[in-house]
């Protein structure tokens, strides 16, 4: 997003640390990306066969935005909780993102959400080498 | 975001309106924006003059995100819902906008956030002349 | 919960308002009520006759999560964004409530859950009265 | 909440497990304790010396909202993601339990709030074992 970086940078106490912006806008995307997979799942017409692809959305989006939350702060930070906030958003998005391969040959919205999982994944796991 | 787009076009129900996929992404935005704001106006020496700004903030980030989250839902909406959540969401944008406003001359994470905020107020506008 | 009374009782400037612990909790139980129906209907063998109660279970709990934090702050409260967003719960909880009562006969927890969803739409009625 | 064991016992696929409801509440309690402590500190005369508590205030209920919203679905449950962010909530609500008891001597709200965040990291300690 186009003002994440601005928001760090005008930060009165922000030390900038690499792969920290980029971390926050994967899991905003991802959450967005979470949330519209497991309502497209829920409308196609093989829906009993998505059950586990739309409960690790589900799950995943929930843990996308509090965790993008919790970057998103910079004062006093705590980073044994950060570090498992992380760590616990980098599971659900490995998960994730394992169940929507199985479908993207033929759906296309998994496709894409696998791709946003991936992405905040692997942000999260560069973000966890630097802190 | 790259795939709000994406994810409403491979929506098997998504019906295209006008203005939705910019309100999407200005909700996430104004929720990160809000956020960030909210713990930059903590970290200021001036704290006690901010807490109104704060309030707003958090307040203003709690909505965006309850309105992102539902307006990214294609599935069986219920109109009536999401004009009442929208409208609720332009309210604290415009409230969170006109008090960043007024500490964006000394501040610039306020001015960052009331342009969110505005973006977010006008995105919520068009999209309310829409549904 | 147990909690929700003693922390506006031992808040620095809080005012006690007839009605507003019930909508606190009102909110937090509905939204644990909603996210779990969702679930429930997600594993019922006629999910396909469940979408919109899903959906609207899920929109019901992201209203109500928002609403139940922006009423737990009394600090610097801005009304017009607080009535705007229990205009938008009392809403939501009510077409929530119509849906799942339509299920209430053969599934158990669209019955609770209705339950619920009125306990939260009345509770948002009665604050909305005093604010 | 009155609701929770019923949501449960109502759900068609679930398997009751020892302190899950318990954790679930105990989730949604701390979220709301946290929420309205943050708030109280702000609004106290020496907010300067209380910015840890807020922020660490702030994590927990976001860490806890996700957690609770997690542990109340049922469905295709992934334990490696629910261990994950079981194991961050317990160190969200630890660390800030420890911030609060230091300020419970002088402020109320601390000292409850401390009480809820003590009780949701027992609660994810004994879940943990069980899962």
């Given at each position: 997003?186009v ?41 196609e ?31 006093e ?24 391969e ?15 999982c ?14």
């Amino acid at each position: 997003m186009v003002r994440t970086e601005e928001m760090i940078r005008t930060h009165p106490r922000s030390v900038r640390r690499e792969g920290l912006i980029e971390c926050i806008d994967a899991c905003f995307e991802c959450a967005q990306t979470c949330i519209a997979c497991a309502d497209a799942c829920l409308a196609e017409s093989g829906v009993q066969s998505l059950l586990r692809c739309i409960r690790l959305n589900q799950d995943c989006a929930a843990i996308c935005q509090a965790t993008g939350e919790v970057l998103s702060r910079q004062t006093e930070t705590e980073w044994g909780v950060v570090r498992a906030q992380v760590s616990a958003c980098l599971e659900a998005c490995r998960a994730c993102a394992t169940e929507c391969e199985t479908h993207a040959g033929h759906m296309q919205h998994c496709q894409v959400c696998a791709e946003a999982c991936r992405r905040c994944e692997d942000a999260c796991r560069r973000l966890l080498a630097q802190v």
